[in-house]
């Protein structure tokens, strides 16, 4: 069964599309990711012109973090105080991501640079995830184990414009926060991710604020700054699928109940493994893409002259 996309302009199998969404919903229900970083590359893959790839995924990402956020809510596991603080940033971001994005389709390299970006962001992030995980394995399989260290307070926390975050135990400057979620929200923009796999990390190793509450907080951010780069994207570029999206929200939904029980079954390495190896999965993909000469390397485009 096949239903035409209006904004894509080309049919797709219904069947293959709520398929990867509910695998990518697995991942993201077995892990806590958002799965942008492997949604917006799969429907590429298969045919979906890139820009509207990653302004179709926003509205997924947008609806699977917005019950994972009511959820750690609900728990007060959510520092809303440093969430407001994330989303003021990630705002900025997504504001200037959606600029870059616009400015790059305009002059036809946006393609390039999202392929690039992803075979740079991806291939680090798991690279690094890899080695990590590995490294406990064979630590835990030799019966290491390495106490906790008390590290010292970072340089940046007692830089100008400090607050008190109560719910995460900490005083500290905004600046560093606020840069990050800059950076989390211009990525997330233009590679149509939510971030949420680089928030988490850097929350917890950077700003060591408890792993109790970074999920939730990191969900609030996300769950903003994607409602504001679907809007973006649809009022300036038009290039939203609606239908798309639909069948995005449907399958990852059910995906992500069962993989929400199946990681209950993995121990923390084995679980970092399996993430890294999909990361990097992705990345080589990607690889792949920019080596391959394509099937019709000339194109012809209609592009308006004005006097």
């Known amino acids: 069964m096949e239903f035409y996309l209006p904004i894509a302009e080309l049919p797709v199998n219904v069947g293959l599309i709520l398929a990867m969404s509910a695998a ?3 991942i993201s229900g077995m892990f806590g990711v958002g799965g942008g970083f492997l949604m917006t590359p799969l429907l590429i893959f298969v045919g979906i012109p890139p820009a509207v790839a990653v302004a179709t995924v926003s509205p997924q990402i947008t609806a699977a973090s917005t019950t994972g956020a009511l959820a750690y809510w609900r728990r007060r596991a959510l520092d809303v105080r440093l969430g407001l603080v994330l989303l003021g940033g990630g705002i900025v971001g997504t504001l200037l991501g959606v600029l870059f994005f616009n400015a ?44 906790p260290r008390r590290l010292p307070r970072p ?7 400090r607050l008190r975050f109560p719910q995460s135990r900490l005083y500290m400057s905004v600046i560093p926060l606020v840069t990050l979620s800059v950076a989390i929200g211009f990525v997330g923009a233009v590679l149509g991710i939510g971030g949420g796999f680089m928030v988490v990390p850097a929350l917890i190793y950077l700003f060591r604020i408890p792993t109790a509450v970074v999920v939730g907080t990191s969900l609030f951010q996300i769950l903003f700054t994607m409602i504001a780069a679907t809007i973006l994207h649809a009022v300036t570029n038009h290039s939203v699928d609606i239908v798309l999206a639909v069948l995005l929200i449907v399958g990852s939904v059910f995906g992500a109940q069962f993989g929400a029980r199946a990681a209950r079954n993995i121990k923390g390495e084995q679980f970092r493994l399996l993430l890294a190896l999909i990361v990097l999965a992705v990345a080589v993909r990607f690889i792949f893409e920019i080596g391959v000469t394509p099937a019709d390397p000339f194109s012809v485009v209609i592009s308006e002259i004005r006097s």
């Open 104 to 147: 790059m389709r305009r002059v036809g390299q946006l393609e390039l640079v999202i392929t690039i970006s992803y075979v740079t962001l991806l291939g680090a992030i798991g690279s690094l995830m890899f080695v990590e995980s590995v490294r406990s394995i064979l630590r835990r399989r030799r019966g290491r184990v390495v106490p």
């Open 24 to 26: 990518v919903g697995f």
């Open 155 to 161: 340089w940046y926390f007692g830089l100008p414009l």
